[in-house]
């Protein structure tokens, strides 16, 4: 059975410009085998989310997350859509991830605090990525039921779910999902970076 961690990355992904392989490596596979991961393990992930950089060091990050087996696991799955559920129900841990617009420090608006909690999400991908577990971001759930749901306050902004697993095997996948189940390419440099005046 082909396990996503057996896939050859150099197969989908070139750098065109020399850089360390985990940047490559760090992908989204969805077969999970829905064997728990440690406490530790979930920790160290969080521990690497900590040290992001944010404006003014605010760290306007916020995860909240259901371990599954708990009596929360059920509040969190059933925020995913559909499509979101039919392989997160082999996960281990479901993240949300939300960030206070508000600076603390001082009384005005932090409109950097998605950027900042996406930085955060990165070092957790990254450093899951280390540890060989699968980290998933994903849009496709229901923000609104979210906030109400996990008493997140208004002063927050709802901005993604993660689901965080063991590698499972890609067969065990349904056939719609499994047809995805590879390492995305990236556009090239030249179409998103432009020097003196923005191109689009």
Not at 29 to 42: D, F, H, Q, T, V
Request: hydrophobic share 35%.
């Amino acid at each position: 059975m082909t396990n996503p961690k057996d896939i050859d990355v150099g197969k989908y992904r070139k750098a065109t410009v020399e850089i360390d392989g985990l940047f490559l490596r760090r992908w989204s596979p969805r077969a999970m085998s829905g064997e728990s991961i440690s406490e530790k393990e979930l920790m160290a992930l969080f521990e690497a989310a900590r040290w992001a950089p944010s404006s003014i060091n605010e760290q306007p990050w916020r995860f909240i997350y259901a371990k599954r087996e708990t009596k929360y696991w059920e509040t969190f799955y059933n925020l995913l859509s559909d499509g979101n559920k039919i392989w997160c129900k082999n996960a281990a841990v479901l993240v949300v991830i939300a960030s206070k617009k508000r600076f603390t420090s001082r009384d005005s608006d932090n409109r950097t605090h998605s950027f900042s909690a996406g930085s955060a999400f990165e070092n957790l991908a990254l450093q899951g990525t280390i540890m060989g577990l699968i980290v998933h971001g994903m849009g496709g759930f229901d923000e609104d039921r979210a906030q109400k749901e996990l008493s997140i306050p208004d002063g927050y902004f709802v901005n993604a779910m993660v689901a965080i697993g063991r590698q499972g095997n890609i067969e065990d996948l349904d056939e719609k999902t499994r047809s995805r189940e590879f390492p995305s390419d990236r556009k090239p440099i030249n179409e998103t970076v432009s020097e003196g005046i923005f191109k689009g």
